[in-house]
């Protein structure tokens, strides 16, 4: 079974780091991209952030670039979210999903079930 | 940044019903698009792809249209179990979302 687990969320301080960890299993993880997408309580979706199969490429949201990086252990099958000077509206839940290509083009397919971060 | 433009933000039908839901790139895409559900608590699930293409498993009374700028998404004959956000999200450059349709039961 595809699955992807994330691990990390919790209540930190405005200004404060977190790193989000995410677990995948089920498939080849090195063939495919891997995404952050978060929800804000009660709103729509944001794409956050994306790193390519290989880890060569990485894109982010103008909203998160300069305090965010993604990054992945191809030999641990786990892409991570570190999250630096973190502002009350980063507050939401973080999703990592699985993209299917090896890049940000084409559809997340597998999402795993979120991890909720609070700033305040 | 590439802006998706959902209508409406929501709808209330009947069981049956057809339902569709608008979207719009504030510029050409091509057909790189897609369409998620989001049921309440629950993370999203993939449904249409690439604008018309659908995902394995998901029922056939979903359904997909549109290139350019212009998508539409369908439900040939709205269940109970549909009530759910639906939100269109576009690859061409780096992803963004629709605001989102929640749909509800009349």
């Known amino acids: 079974e595809v699955q992807l687990l994330e691990s990390g969320g919790g209540l930190v301080q405005p200004g404060g780091s977190l790193r989000l960890s995410c677990a995948a299993s089920?498939?080849?993880?090195?063939?495919?991209?891997l995404s952050w997408v978060r929800q804000a309580p009660g709103k729509g979706l944001e794409w956050v952030a994306t790193?390519?199969?290989?880890?060569?490429?990485?894109y982010y949201a103008e909203s998160v670039r300069g305090r965010f990086t993604i990054s992945r252990d191809n030999s641990k099958n786990t892409v991570d979210l570190q999250m630096n000077s973190l502002r009350v509206e980063d507050t939401a839940v973080y999703y990592c999903?699985?993209?299917?290509?090896?890049?940000?083009?084409?559809?997340?397919?597998?999402w795993g079930q979120g991890t909720m971060v609070t700033v305040s | 940044d590439i802006q998706m433009t959902q209508s409406p933000s929501s709808l209330s039908a009947s069981v049956g019903d057809r339902v569709t839901i608008a979207c719009q790139a504030s510029?050409?895409?091509?057909?790189?698009l897609n369409w998620y559900q989001q049921k309440p608590g629950k993370a999203p699930k993939l449904l249409i792809y690439?604008?018309?293409n659908l995902e394995t498993g998901v029922p056939s009374r979903f359904s997909g249209s549109g290139s350019g700028t212009d998508f539409t998404f369908t439900i040939s004959s709205l269940q109970p179990e549909d009530i759910a956000t639906y939100y269109c999200?576009?690859?061409?450059?780096?992803?963004?979302f629709g605001q989102g349709t929640r749909v509800e039961i009349k």
């Open positions: 510029q050409h895409i091509r057909n790189y």
């Open positions: 999200q576009q690859y061409d450059t780096l992803p963004t």
């Open positions: 089920g498939f080849t993880f090195t063939s495919y991209a």
């Open positions: 690439d604008a018309s």
């Open positions: 790193i390519s199969d290989g880890g060569g490429s990485r």
């Open positions: 999903v699985k993209g299917r290509y090896i890049n940000y083009r084409g559809a997340a397919d597998v």
